[in-house]
């Protein structure tokens, strides 16, 4: 995996986290990037963060053509004196060498039948779906990358916590903390970051990692999915 193998060769922890999740965001099996849920309007709009332990953070909501949303987050973090930008325009994604497809390149046949579904029969089953990585490397430094596609059939402009630098996403070395869920009413209204699972992930199946000691002399990234 190229996640492991830039941590191995000491590379900077927020290098490897943005690795592992342009895996999970090119897999249309995740909701991030290609395979996003769809806004009521049958468009996918996508949330994502990006934050260092020291708390540096950039972010950005509604995206609609970056084809890896966590690059745009970074983007944000590293080429702005900014946290958070709100569908920024074609020429600022431009000007930060972001990657862009056209919408339909998120658009997946189960993502158009799971609207179609949640249009007809109501939406409160499909509340999940965020992705997110965590790593540290060799330095201790441990940072958190969160994208999100959101939730199937909501209204076009919704912001969900991903993209909430200190609620959805919050990452302080040399404690780690995990994405909340991907329904964001909750915890989008409180600002501490609440507990959740830990899984190795790939597009075919998602496992519990076994316990064990978070923290160890050895590099590792963790990879998570709601």
């Given amino acids: 995996m190229p996640d492991t193998q830039l941590l191995e060769s000491g590379a900077p922890a927020h290098e490897a986290v943005v690795a592992a999740i342009h895996v999970m965001e090119d897999a249309p099996e995740f909701n991030a990037g290609r395979g996003a849920a769809l806004t009521s309007d049958g468009i996918a709009q996508m949330d994502a963060c990006l934050m260092t332990g020291d708390g540096e953070v950039g972010a950005v909501t509604g995206v609609s053509t970056v084809k890896n949303p966590i690059d745009a987050a970074r983007a944000v973090k590293e080429q702005t004196k900014h946290v958070l930008f709100a569908d920024p325009t074609d020429a600022e994604i431009a ?21 179609a579904e949640a249009q007809s029969g109501g939406d409160e089953w499909e509340k999940h779906g965020t992705i997110g990585a965590v790593a540290r490397d060799a330095e201790a430094i441990s940072p958190l990358a969160r994208p999100t596609g959101g939730i199937t059939n909501q209204m076009h402009g919704r912001v969900g916590d991903s993209p909430l630098p200190g609620c959805g996403t919050f990452a302080n070395s040399p404690r780690w903390r995990c994405p909340a869920p991907a329904s964001a009413r909750r915890s989008s209204r409180w600002s501490p970051p609440i507990r959740c699972r830990i899984v190795c992930v790939s597009p075919a199946r998602t496992s519990r990692m076994p316990r064990r000691p978070l923290w160890t002399k050895s590099p590792r990234i963790m990879a998570m999915a709601a």
């Fill in 95 to 115: 000007d930060w060498g972001v990657a862009t497809e056209s919408n339909e390149y998120f658009i997946t046949e189960q993502r158009r039948q799971s609207l």
